[in-house]
């Protein structure tokens, strides 16, 4: 299983796709279902990665003096 994170810059979102393949996923294949799910690939930026887990983290913004 693959899982396709895309931040989609034009429309201010995240998204993942989880892959269920036996084929061994290139860099033109994860394109083209970027493409196939309506993105513009010159306004994301994607990565695949075997754990669809999202890490998050709460922090506490201060200015330094």
Same mark, same amino acid.
């Given at each position: ?5 895309? /931040? %989609?810059?034009?429309?201010? /979102?995240?998204? *993942?796709?989880? @892959?269920?393949? #036996?084929?061994? /996923?290139?860099?033109?294949?994860? +394109?083209? @279902?970027?493409? %196939? *799910? $309506? =993105?513009? /690939? #010159?306004?994301? +930026?994607?990565?695949? =990665?075997? %754990? $669809? ?6 922090? +506490?913004?201060?200015?330094? =003096?």
């Amino acid at each position: 299983m693959n899982t396709l994170t895309v /931040l %989609d810059y034009e429309e201010g /979102l995240v998204y *993942q796709y989880i @892959i269920e393949t #036996d084929k061994e /996923l290139d860099a033109e294949d994860f +394109e083209d @279902i970027m493409i %196939d *799910q $309506g =993105h513009k /690939l #010159d306004d994301c +930026e994607w990565m695949s =990665h075997a %754990d $669809g887990r999202i890490n998050l983290s709460k922090i +506490e913004y201060y200015e330094k =003096h």
